[in-house]
């Protein structure tokens, strides 16, 4: 869920923070993605493709192809799995499950649910085979993707949540898989130049908003919450200054927790994070998406050869010519011999008439 319509107020409130950038901007940046938002949109987006042993590839199908695509842009992604979640975010997550098993048993036929879902460890596999880092987070993605972009180590957190900006991460790319080859860049500086907030009263807005950690305080919507805390300029003066019978707050509600939970998170060691980037490895490839998880291997071979073809293609050395200028150059004498040169001396031939009849005038000729 992330910030609950966050995105629509930073539209409407600092559209100057938010800009539309084409996704060759970014080669040669690392970007570092939360792997689970990345892997979860081939759900819908790709049909079930289920192998001989009764697995569901499709989600690997399409983590290979997307990125393929971040490669063939010149991007350096790096992939980030989620940890344990934090123990104030149960209620929501065991919401989320209700509702989806809810659906699935709506919509899917009995036997969709005797799929083999793929490990973790697959996609692993799959990222070290394409040479594409990734990295474990003790706990929430986004932190962490934060916590790399803060420290310099990215460019850019990619995600759809908006919980990456309270999170810290200094840019936000959305909508990553557009067909038109842009992304929305959201810039966090610019954001709380144009709102006229700190980071901390930042988190307070995301809270007031609704987030994943705990409930809002009901009949304060997004733009009463912003100009709330512009007003007052923190939650507790909020709650000082309005109405409780109006106003309501949730019971038990954690807010110093949920606060901590934003702004000093459970991050992975930075000090341990090394991020190495190598070609992908073709056979490798072919062993485990074809051979062991029966992925059509024609399509792996065609994947990897467009990825051939989007390299910056390497100056060849000029080929011998046969011209004038350009061909190869006969060989001299001096090339196999040292040759000694004489010294410089004047011709001893015969003087020009002028000079033979000025040798032979009288000198006072030459004064008069």
Known sequence: MGIVKLAELVEEEAPEAVRTVPLERYRDQVVALDASVAISQFRTAIPPIINRHGQNISLLQGLF????????????????????????????????????????DAKDPPASGLLQQLPKQDYETLLSCLGV????????????????VKAGLAFATATEDMDALPFGSLRLLRHLNAKNGTVEEISLPVLLEKLSMTQEQFVDLCILLGCDYCEKIRGVGPKKALKLLRQHGSIEQVVEHTSRQKHPLPDNWPLAEVRALFLD????????????????????????????????????????????ESLPKQPQPPEPGFGAEDGPRQAKMEDFFQVKKRPHQVPSGPLSRKKQRLKHQPENAART
């Open 65 to 104: 192809y997307r990125t393929l695509h971040l490669l063939k842009k010149g991007i350096k992604p790096v992939f980030v799995f989620d940890g344990k979640p934090p123990d104030l975010k149960q209620p929501v997550l065991a919401k989320r499950a209700a509702i989806a098993g809810a659906s699935k």
């Open 133 to 148: 880092p990734y990295v474990q987070a003790p706990a929430e993605a986004e932190a962490t993707c934060a916590a790399l």
């Open 265 to 308: 998170p459970a991050v992975a060691p930075l000090s341990q994070v090394a991020l190495e980037w190598r070609d992908p490895d073709e056979e490798r490839l072919v062993c485990f998406l074809a051979h062991e998880k029966h992925m059509n291997e024609s399509r792996v071979r065609r994947g990897m050869e467009k990825w051939r």
